[in-house]
C-alpha cells in the first residue's frame, strides 16, 4: 500500500520531509487540543435546565496569550523553511562544478538534452532524448529549462522537487540524486489537453552503468536519426532507451 | 442614476408596486437577496454536477457515465469523459462555484439582505445601482453557461486561466469559449462593484442613531470588509482578463512571449485579485458564524474587538501574500521568501479568531439547532483548512505539494467546509426573516449529519492522495505507476462526493416543502438580539416602521438581571434593568 | 422613480454618517476602483517597458506629441470650468451653472473627438493593438481612458438638462459635486497617461 510519500531519491528530500514532518506534528497537536477543546465545551456547555451561560465579554490576556504562542511558533517555522529554499531555488548558491543539462518542455514532451561525451553543452556532439532523464547518482546537476509553448512543471516526487517552466524564462533547477533506479517525472502545471500523459522516466545510474548508457546512445544515434520516428514514439511511451 | 433621499427618515408604508416593481425589477435589498439566493443555489447545482463528473472520471477512468449517452459524441465519445471534457469540467467547476455560487450566495444574499436590516436603515444607499447588481449577473451567467456549448468548448485552462494557454487557441482548439468566459467574468466585475459601493456607502453613512461602529454585528463587519477587499481586488481581475481577452481578439501579446509579453504577469495579476478573492470568500462566513454562534451559545461573541481588528488585519495583509500561490513558478526566490513571511503571519489573526470563538461557546449554554450545528462545523472545519495552510507557507515543502491534491483538500476544507457550511448556518438562520416560514429543524439535522459526514470522507483523504503525490487536473492518474496504488483512495472520495451531492436533496426538499406548506414563523424564533428581529417576518418595504435608535451591543446574552435571556439592540435601557455597553 | 421606491433618509439625519453626503460618498468608494483598474494596466505598462528587454520605440516617433498636448490643455480647461460650475451652483446662480456645464460638455466632447481623430491617424500609419507592446498597452490604457471620459460626457450631458431644468437649484447641488469628482478623476488618469505614456 503506497499511501504516502515515494521513497526519497535526492539530496534535499530528506530535509523537505523533515519539515514536513516538524510541521506536521505541530499542526497535529494542535489539531488534537484544538478540536479536543470544542468537543469538550459542547458536551459541557451543553443547554442544561437551571444552568444559564456566563456573561463574559473576552480577556486581554488570553488574546495576547493566543496571539503570541502562534506567532512565535509560525516565525519559527518560516525561518526554519528560509535556507532550505534558498539552497534549492537561488541559482547563485548552486555548485560550480555541477553538470548541465538542457530541458524543453512543450506539449506533451520532455525534451533532454545531453552534452554528449565532450561534457559540454552547446556543442556538436550534443544529444536529446525525449521523456528521459539520465543522472548519475551522487552528482550535482543543473538543468537549465525552457518552456516552448506554455507554462510546464516539473515535478519530480521521489526527488521531492517542482519547479515551473514559464515560456520565454530561463530557469535553473539544481538536482542531486541520492539512490540509483527509475523515477517518474510528471508535469504538474495544466498544459492542454495532453497534460495528463506528460509523463517522463528519470533514470539514476551509477557512473558505471552512465557510462555504458553514453556509449550506447553514441552507437544508437546513428540509427536514431534513420528511425527517428517509431523510436521517438516508443522513447515517448516508454521512456527508456 | 441614484435614489434621492426624503428628509424624514425611513418609513414602512402601504405598498402597491407592480408585480414586476416588487419581485422582479426590485429596488428593494431584500428581494435583491433572494434573487440572489435562488440565482446562487442554482449555480450551485451547476458547480456540483460539474463536480459529479470531475469525480466520475477519477473514480472509474474511461467508464461511461450514467446519462453520459446524452451528451454529444465529439464531447464524451460513448458517454465516456473525454481529455478535453475533463478539463472543461475541471475549469468550469472552479468558475461557477467560485464566482457564481460561493460569492453571491455570502455576498451578494447576506450583503444584500442583512445590512440595512441590521443596521437599521430603510434600504441601501442607491437601490436602483442594487438592482443592477443583480441583473448583471444574469448576462454574466449566461455568457458563462453559453461557453459550455459554443463550437470548440468551454475554457479548459483552469480556473485561474494561465497565459499562454489560455489565450492562444492553437494550443488547446478553444476559440470562443474562452473570450466567453473573460467576457462574463468583466460583466460579473461590474455586478461585484455595484453591489461593493452600495455595502460599503450604506455601512458608512446610513446607521441608525445609537449604531456605532462598535455595536455592529461582526456578520455587519465582515461584509463591510469584505466589500472594500472587492473594490480594491476585482478591479485589478478585469483589467487583467481585458488584456487576456485582447490577446486573443485584437493581436495584443500582453502575455505572449512571442511578442514580448509576460506571462508571469498573468500569474501576478491574477494572483494580487486572486488571495483577497478568497478572503472576501471567507469573511463573510466568519461573520455569520459569529452571530450564529453568539445566537446558539447564549453568549456575547468572545473577544469582539479582537475579532473586528483580526478581520481587519485578514484583509489588510491579504494583499501582500499574493505570491505564495507562484512559489514555485520561476519567480525570484527571494521574493518568494518575503511572501512565505507575510503568509505566516496571516495565519495569525485566523487562529485568533478560532479561539475567540472556543471562548463563546466556554461556559455558554449551546442549544444544538441546526444552524448552530452549521457554524460549529464551520469552526471545526476551518480549523482543518487552515493548519493544511501552513504547509504550503513553508515554501520548501509547497515544492512537494504545490499542484497535488493537497491543495484541492486544503481549498474544498475552507470553501466547502469553511464557507459552505458558514452559508448553510446563515440560510438555516435568516430563512424565516426571508420567508415568514421556518426550515424544518429534523430535516435540517438529517441534511446538516449526512452533509458532514460525506464531506470529510470526500475530501479529507485528499490529503493524503495530494501527499501521494498525485497532481491537480489529471484526467487519467493511472498513467503514473506511483500513482496507481492510490486508485481506491479515487474511487472511496467518488463514491462519497456522489452521496453528498444527494444528501443536499434533503435541504432542497425541507426548502420546497417549507415555501410550499410551512408554518408562518414567529418574528424571532432564534430568540436574537439583532434588529432584523424586530421587524415582521417577512420585513415590510421599508424595514422599519420608526428609524430604530440601538441602545446595546450586538450580543447582549444571558445578561445578569436582565429579564430574558437576550437584549435586543433596540431595547431602551430601562426595561433592561442593568448598566449597558 | 415612483413614490413607492423607498426614498433615504439623508446624511443629515443619519447620525452615524461621517459628514459626507451619501452620492458623494458612493461616488468616492467607486472611484477607488477606478484607481484600482487603472493601476493594473498602467502597472502592467510599466512592467512591460521599464521592467523587461521588449524592444519600444521612442513615444514622440510614433504619436503626435503637440496635438495631444493641446489636447491635454483642453482637458484641463474642462476640469476648470467644472470648477465654475459648481461655485455657481453654490452660490445658486443657474445661469453660471448652465454656462459652465456646457462649457465642460464641450471641452470633453473635443477631447473625445481629438483622441478619436489621432486613433484614426495612427491606425493609418500603421500603428495597431497588435504594433508590439506599445501599441498594445498605448490603445488598452488610452482606449479605456477614452470609455471613461465617453461615459463621462455623457453624463455631463444629462446633468446639463437637468441644469437646465431647474434640478440643482435652490441648494439641491450635490449631484454636481458627485459629477465633478467624476471629472476631475478622469482629467487626472490622463495627466499621469500623457506623461507616462507620452512624454517619458
Known sequence: MHWWFPGNASSVGGKVDSLFYVILYITGAVFVLVEATLLVFLVRYRKRAGRAATYVEGSNKAEIIWTAIPAVILVSLALVSQPLWSKIKDSDT???????????????????????????????????KIDSIHLVVNRDYVIDMTARDVVHSFFVPAFRIKQDIVPGMDIKLWVKPTRTGTFELACSELCGLGHYRMRGLVIVH????????????????????AAAGAAADTTRRKGVS | MTAAVTAHGAHAHADDRSFVR???????????????????LFFLLVGGLLAMGIRWQLGFPGQAMPLGGWLPQGVAPGGVVAPKMYISLVTMHGTFMIFFAVMPLLVGVFANYLIPLKIGAPDMAFPRLNMWSFWLMIPSGLLMLSSLFVLGGSSVAG??????????????????????????????????????????????????PGMTWFRMPLSVWALFITAVLAILAVPVLAGAVIMLFFDQTIGTHFYLPAGGGQPLMWQHLFWFFGHPEVYILILPAMGIASDVIANGARKPIFGYTSMVWAMVAIAFLGFIVWGHHMFQSGMNPTLASAFMVSTIVIAVPSAIKVFNWLGTLWRGSIHFTTPMLNALAFVSMFIIGGLSGIFMASTPVDMYIHGTYFIVAHIHY?????????????????????????????????HFALTFVFYNLTFFPMHILGLGGEMRRIYDPTVYDYLRPLQPINVFITINAFLLFLSQLVMLWNVIRTLAWGKKAEMNPWHDCGLEWTVPSPPPHGNFEHTPTVYHGPYEFSVPGAAADFIPVNQPPAQAGEAHR | MTAHEAPLAPEATAPHSIGVHTQKLGMWVFLVSEVMFFTALIGSYIILRWGTDAPWPEPRTVLAIPVTALNTFILICSSVSMVKAYAAAVKDDQRGLKRWLLTTVVG??????????????????????????????????????GFHVTCGVLSM??????????????????????????????DLVWIILFTIVYLI
Open chain 3, 108 to 145: 470633453g466632447a473635443t477631447f473625445v473627438g481629438v483622441q478619436v481623430r489621432e486613433y484614426i491617424h495612427l491606425v493609418q500609419k500603421g500603428f495597431l493593438p497588435s504594433s508590439g507592446l506599445f501599441g498594445a498597452s498605448f490603445y488598452t490604457m488610452t482606449g479605456f481612458h
Open chain 2, 414 to 446: 475552507v470553501l466547502f467546509g469553511g464557507s459552505l457550511f458558514a452559508i448553510f448556518a446563515g440560510i438555516y438562520f435568516w430563512f424565516p426573516k426571508m420567508f415568514g416560514k421556518q426550515l424544518d429543524e429534523r430535516l435540517g439535522k438529517v
Open chain 3, 157 to 186: 450631458i444629462w446633468v446639463t438638462i437637468r441644469a437646465f431644468r431647474g434640478k440643482y437649484a435652490g441648494g439641491k447641488y450635490q449631484g454636481i459635486e458627485t459629477i465633478g469628482l467624476y471629472w476631475h478623476f478622469v
Open chain 1, 206 to 225: 551509477t557512473p558505471q552503468d552512465y557510462a555504458a548508457w553514453l556509449v550506447s546512445q553514441g552507437e544508437a544515434s546513428a540509427a536514431d536519426s
Open chain 2, 159 to 208: 480556473w485561474t486561466v494561465y497565459a499562454p494557454l489560455s489565450n492562444t487557441p492553437d494550443y488547446t482548439g478553444v476559440h470562443l469559449g474562452q473570450q466567453l468566459w473573460c467576457l462574463s467574468i468583466v460583466v460579473f466585475g461590474a455586478s461585484s462593484l455595484l453591489g461593493s459601493v452600495n455595502y460599503i456607502t450604506t455601512v458608512i453613512n446610513l446607521r441608525a
Open chain 2, 22 to 40: 416588487k419581485y422582479v425589477f426590485s429596488t428593494d435589498h431584500k428581494i435583491i437577496g433572494i434573487q440572489f439566493l435562488f440565482l446562487s
Open chain 1, 94 to 128: 548552486y555548485p560550480k562544478d555541477a553538470a548541465h543539462l538542457g530541458l524543453e518542455a512543450k506539449q506533451f514532451e520532455w525534451h533532454i538534452t545531453y552534452p554528449g561525451p565532450d561534457g559540454k553543452l552547446g556543442t556538436d556532439d550534443d544529444f536529446m
